[in-house]
């Protein structure tokens, strides 16, 4: 979709305006290979990036297959069946895109194929010892790390290497995350009623002639509601905050797409023009049972139509306001003109927390890497972590990786940037939002600014200045 396009002070400026620490952390030991944890797309893509670079690494995955969730076969995995990408194949990549045949959203079996080839073509495989869980990790006296591993099926005896640092590419989107909203859950239970959270949700035919409540009208909300209420005998969906719906494709064109490839229109005639070709396509909230948003289309991140509008028109899926309680075997709703409902069945669709080995939820929560990449105090330790945009975040995972790839490299070659760099662990850097998600957390980004803030970056750590 068009979007403000905002130009946010480049990395020079943070470099500029980044206050030295006096004790600056020492550089890791180029001798020992790099561990990545998990092969994922984040995974994959740091990888890929370690290999270009010509810097030793191995990698573990707790699963006996690559892929991370989009491996329904992983037992974390948060697939269900039907289920397709809700970005564009044409912004869901790792830098090599997928066939011109596939459909503009690919399904998940055709996301396994990609990264199946993308590891092969890329000589991956043969790094990645699978079924092996990383267990722990404690820092050496030397600053190396000892890490603990053990198989996946948990018979192993525990095994333990040392490595020069290590990269986490575990992701949040699986169901060791899960998240539910305090009370409700327990509510829910205490009163018969069966509950699962949207990762534990695999096909519809589960909820043939059932009373099914989905809570959470985000894009596996909305679209796990559509493909039930195909089979169950009624589908309430919660709403607390009504989500901006755009069609999954606009003149004929992904929305992501559109928003990547950008339009010659200034905003503020683009815009209105957006609206006008997405009121359209989606057409009234009155006529969905909800208000219309009362904040911009990209303060929050907007859900693609899957189905859902459809679903609700036809009346296969009705709205409701947010839940206020599970009582006497009904939920109850925050609109007291809605009535009380019996329900069979409440399916969370309500997210997921952020959880990291050797990283504080605290930490996790509050986005407080640098970059969203680097630890404070660690330079030993590294997360990939997934941001949010207007489009995948898997390219957005090779520039992360780039960098990653080049602060290793800027310490196999003693460069003067390494102490520079460190020395700056400890400096705030500003969420490259832009004008977007100004009502979102800090890891929903201005992909635009936070590419050109990452590429600012890696190229200043490559540059050949050495100590040496």
Known sequence: ?????????????????????????APTNPNLPVLVVGAGPAGLAIMSALAEAAISFEAVEAHSGLGGIWNE????????????????????????KPPDDWPDYPSHRQVLTYFEGFARDRGLLPHIRFGTRFESAVKTAEGTWQVTFRG??????????????????????????RSFPNGLRDQALAEGIDVIHSADYSHPSRYAGKRVLVVGVGNSGSDIAEKISQEA?????????????NPPTV??????????????????????????????AIGS?????????????????PITDRGIVQAIRAGRVIVRSHVQEFRSGEVHFADKRQASEGVDVVIFATGYQRHYPLLTDTDAANGSLLFHLFHRREPGLVYMMETIGLRCCWPIFLEQARCVAAYFNAENVASDRVAAFNSRRHAAVPPP????????????????????????????????????
């Open 152 to 177: 996946s099926d948990g018979t192993r005896r525990p095994t333990e290497r040392v490595f020069r640092a290590i990269v986490f590419a575990t992701g949040a989107h699986n169901k060791l995350c």
């Open 233 to 245: 005998k009624r589908v309430l969906i919660s709403v607390r905050t009504p989500p901006w719906i």
């Open 73 to 96: 076969t992983n037992p974390v995995s948060s697939i269900y069946e039907g289920l397709h990408t809700v970005t564009s194949r044409h912004t869901t990549h790792l830098g090599t």
């Open 1 to 25: 979709m068009p979007r403000h396009r905002d130009n946010p002070a480049p990395f020079a400026n943070w470099l500029a305006s980044a206050d030295l620490e006096e004790t600056a952390c």
């Open 251 to 280: 003149w004929g064109v992904p929305c992501d797409k559109l928003a990547f490839d950008g339009t010659s229109l200034p905003d503020w005639l683009a815009m209105p023009i957006f609206h006008w070709a997405r009121s359209r």
């Open 433 to 468: 939002k832009g004008k977007l998600f100004r009502l979102a957390d800090s890891y929903h980004l201005d992909y635009d600014a936070y590419t050109q803030l990452l590429r600012g970056l890696t190229q200043w750590l490559t540059h050949v200045s050495s100590t040496s």
């Open 285 to 301: 909230y009155r006529r969905l049972g909800m208000l219309a948003p009362r904040y911009g289309l990209n303060d929050r991140l």
